[in-house]
């Protein structure tokens, strides 16, 4: 009962302000009927959305694969990377100047790299943007975490004679879960915005990113929004999930906080 209050108070708020912004968006346009909007009325994007639905539905297969492999692979070298540069002097030296330089370049300037190096139909290409875009906030994030440990801790753990890897393992990673969850759920948007705009540069025709661009220029605005929602529900979805595993992961986290 105490569960289902709670979840009831935590989206209420969010699915009322949802009801009012759509309802006062189709309202709007209702009332003002502009000549040529490019902004349809949710109705219209609904409609779209049950009328391709085989379309949108094959589209966000595609897109969502390559969504959820580069998320998974960039967040594994991100996390990775962070544990490197907390441990060896060396590697900090050299991956953080690196990482940085890298996120600086944007997507328009990757994009076309790795279609030619991958090849333009493979899903590597957009995948590769999707890790690059991922990794950042991941590897600083967690690096962050891994390094704001208490000094008193390391000493204890060192007057125990605990080495390098298990203080890493007993003290540093625990200190830094709640760090990289946070770059998690902000990793979880920027994937989508990767793989979709990677897609205006190559790979399949059936994805997203061909389906947005193309309905955008035969000027069929509810068909582009309506693959837009469906990226949308992606990122909304992967959201979720990095919240669940947060909450299953770190339980002593959320006990320490109510507490509070």
Same mark, same amino acid.
């Given at each position: 009962m105490n569960t289902a209050r709670s979840l009831g108070r935590a989206w209420?708020?969010?699915?009322?302000?949802?009801?009012v912004m759509f309802g006062g968006w189709e309202l709007l346009l209702a009332l003002i009927r502009p000549d040529g909007f490019v902004l349809p009325p949710p109705s219209s994007i609904v409609g779209a959305v049950v009328e391709k639905f085989d379309v949108i539905v094959t589209a966000?297969? #595609? /897109?969502? =694969?390559?969504?959820?492999?580069?998320?998974?692979?960039?967040? +594994? !070298?991100?996390?990775? *990377?962070?544990?490197? #540069? /907390?441990? =060896?002097?060396?590697?900090?030296?050299?991956?953080?100047?690196? +990482? !940085?330089?890298?996120? *600086?370049?944007?997507?328009?300037?990757?994009?076309?790299?790795?279609n030619a190096w991958f090849g333009i139909l493979s899903p590597r290409s957009n995948q590769a943007v999707v890790v690059v875009l991922v990794f950042f906030p991941v590897f600083i994030n967690t690096a962050r975490g891994l390094g704001q440990v208490e000094p008193s801790q390391i000493e204890l753990m060192e007057s125990y004679g605990a080495g390098k890897w298990r203080i890493m393992r007993e003290v540093r990673i625990p200190n830094a879960m709640p760090y990289f969850f946070t770059a998690?759920?902000?990793?979880?948007?920027?994937?989508?915005i990767a793989a979709i705009v990677a897609e205006y540069f190559g790979g399949r025709q059936d994805a997203l990113g061909n389906l947005i661009t193309n309905s955008a220029g035969l000027t069929r605005y509810?068909?582009?929004?309506?693959?837009?929602?469906?990226?949308?529900?992606?990122?909304?979805?992967?959201?979720?999930?990095?919240?669940?595993?947060?909450?299953?992961?770190?339980?002593?986290?959320?006990?320490m906080r109510k507490a509070a």
């Open positions: 209420l708020p969010p699915v009322v302000a949802a009801a966000t297969g #595609v /897109t969502g =694969f390559i969504i959820v492999t580069g998320l998974i692979a960039g967040v +594994a !070298v991100g996390a990775l *990377a962070a544990v490197l #540069v /907390t441990a =060896f002097r060396a590697a900090n030296e050299t991956l953080t100047p690196l +990482a !940085v330089a890298v996120n *600086a370049v944007p997507i328009i300037a990757l994009a076309p790299i790795f998690l759920k902000l990793a979880t948007s920027l994937a989508v509810d068909d582009a929004w309506a693959a837009v929602l469906a990226g949308s529900l992606v990122g909304i979805c992967l959201y979720a999930i990095a919240v669940a595993l947060e909450r299953l992961i770190m339980p002593w986290y959320f006990a």
